[in-house]
């Protein structure tokens, strides 16, 4: 078997391809769902103090086997003008912490107290997760209704929307006293990145079904029905996502490159695969219709995402003609990788991309061992011994892309990235017009490795980075990003990200793809709704033995 290369990181790591990115089976909400079923984890609402409105307390347990996992929710009434996604939100329709094992009473008034105010209260290293919601209204209504008049909702609006509740942030790792990531990374069931994010994202999901059908009973006891199955499993959990996701691809290079290299060698695998057989042809025949229809269901107000939706409409014909004809690629020899060569030729980003996720679906025997391999231990050191001339060639190779790009030129560096002094969140200003460039963060990767190339040159070849960097500290994190990327390949986004033309959606697309998002919807350059686990298995279902076949989501038909 001819074994087929991973793709080129110079390639694979520009923005305009990671902004393409769809969910694939390795993607963290999947390989949780995995996780759940292969270890038959029980899931269960153990408390749910709710009025006649819903509002009030609620908790549900995750039973991992060895752990018990608790998401505490609280349910409040808030004003029409109070509800918003934005960062400088006071008040939410719903908030929540995931507990580590089970609450006591005086650990849920001490959450009473604190939990609703975010990141105005405090929790304690007993919590996990932090995080809140706001409904959608429309739908959260819609549903209430119907099913209190004994009815089901209407499939159609339920399809627009897709949500109960948005999320509008998700916390973890040692923020505003939750526990740090050191105190869970060594537990198998949450060692995976996000892993404990991603569960309690489930488990709010499971509260705000939940919710309609209580306030639905609530308001007609003797005849309300409770939402059909098929209908429940397509409500996912909507999230508002903004700028403050962008810098942590930069900030956790190791990381990345584990989440890329995973992805990218589960592509190469399946690339190298000599003859399809026939079930794993029909799998893919099966998916590739589920993806015509979940695509043709997209729709967003975005003029550019809605273009890109359009011409993924009129390519995704085309992918079935070339791969399923009598003579198409999938019965010759390399099959998929004769696929996709053509994609490349032939298709747009996204469109090239959204193969990549359905080419593979179908081998989860080759590709889903490398969902262990996603985790990193961070821990960089500067190697002091390499010379001057082993640096510049980690350069060459690795940077071509920053050494031609001509930072004189002020749209080159128009933008500049800062913390938010009042929410300690990143932002992006625009350096001619915005003060706070003195307070920039580091995220102008190709403008400094550029900077640092031009001090090296005319240094003798054999001097050590330790006299260099004595003389020139400056440049230390610069040479750690090189080093570190001449050993992860996949480390470093290979884009100008403080470009007037860079555009960070794509950044917020590419992390919440590996999280597992669908239905990416722009509401500007800087913010994105998605949603997640629509389709997911319900929690009664996560032992059936499908539970994994939930790629490309597609509203349901009316309910019989």
């Excluded at 017009?433 to 040159?457: S, Y």
């Amino acid at each position: 078997m001819t074994a087929i290369l991973p793709r080129d990181p110079n390639d694979v790591m520009r923005l305009e391809r990671m902004g393409a990115f769809f969910q694939t089976r390795l993607s963290f909400m999947r390989s949780l769902i995995r996780r759940m079923h292969d270890e038959q984890w029980r899931i269960e609402a153990v408390r749910s103090e709710l009025d006649d409105e819903g509002y009030g307390v609620a908790i549900y347990e995750a039973d991992a086997g060895q752990r018990t996992y608790s998401l505490v929710c609280f349910s409040q009434p808030i004003s029409p003008e109070s509800r918003t996604d934005r960062v400088i939100a006071k008040v939410w329709d719903a908030t929540f912490t995931l507990a580590d094992g089970r609450p006591t009473e005086d650990d849920i008034r001490r959450l009473a107290e604190n939990v609703p105010k975010q990141e105005a209260g405090r929790c304690t290293a007993k919590e996990i997760v932090l995080a809140r919601a706001n409904k959608s209204l429309r739908l959260f209504d819609h549903i209430t209704g119907r099913l209190a008049d004994g009815r089901q909702p209407d499939v159609k609006v339920i399809g627009e929307v897709g949500y109960l509740m948005r999320t509008t942030a998700v916390y973890g790792n040692g923020k505003f006293g939750l526990a740090d990531r050191e105190k869970i990374s060594s537990r198998s069931e949450l060692a995976g990145p996000f892993a404990a994010e991603m569960l309690a994202v489930y488990l709010i999901r499971c509260f705000t079904i939940d919710l309609v059908e209580h306030i639905a009973r609530r308001r007609n006891p003797q005849g309300a029905v409770p939402l059909d199955p098929a209908i429940k499993r397509f409500l996912g959990i909507g999230n508002a996502t903004g700028l403050g996701m962008a810098p942590f691809l930069v900030g956790h290079p190791i990381l990345i490159n584990n989440w890329f290299s995973a992805r990218e060698r589960a592509l190469a695998r399946v690339r190298s695969v000599e003859r399809v057989k026939p079930e794993d042809q029909e799998r893919f025949a099966q998916l590739l219709d589920r993806a015509e229809q979940h695509i043709a269901e997209w729709n967003v107000a975005d003029e550019r995402q809605m273009g890109n939706i359009i011409r993924l409409r009129r390519e995704l014909p085309e992918i079935r003609a070339q791969a399923l004809a009598d003579t198409g690629a999938l019965n010759r020899k390399q099959p998929w990788d004769t696929l996709y060569r053509w994609a490349e030729a032939e298709l747009s980003l996204e469109g090239q991309e959204l193969l990549v996720s359905l080419m593979i679906e179908p081998y989860p025997e080759l590709v889903d061992d490398l969902s262990g391999e996603m985790a990193a231990n961070e821990t960089a050191t500067i190697d002091a011994r390499m010379s001057v001339a082993e640096v510049r060639g980690h350069i060459a190779k690795d940077y071509p892309w920053s050494l031609g790009i001509d930072f004189s030129d002020p749209a080159r560096q128009q933008r500049f990235w800062y913390v938010s002094e009042e929410k300690l969140e990143p932002r992006l200003g625009e350096r001619d017009t915005e003060p706070g460039a003195g307070k920039e963060m580091p995220l102008a990767i190709g403008r400094d490795v550029q900077a640092l190339d031009a001090a090296l040159i005319g240094m003798p070849g054999s001097l050590d980075m330790s006299e260099f960097l004595i003389k020139h500290p400056e440049f230390r994190h610069v040479v750690r990003r090189v080093q570190v990327t001449a050993r992860y390949p996949y480390a470093e986004l290979r884009s100008n990200l403080v470009d007037a033309d860079m555009l960070p959606l794509d950044m917020l697309r590419c992390k919440l793809s590996f999280f597992g998002a669908v239905k990416f919807d722009p509401r500007s350059d800087r913010w994105t709704r998605i949603t997640m686990y629509q389709g997911a298995p319900l929690a009664d279902e996560l032992h059936e033995p499908n539970a994994d076949d939930w790629a490309f989501p597609v509203k349901p038909g009316p309910p019989s």
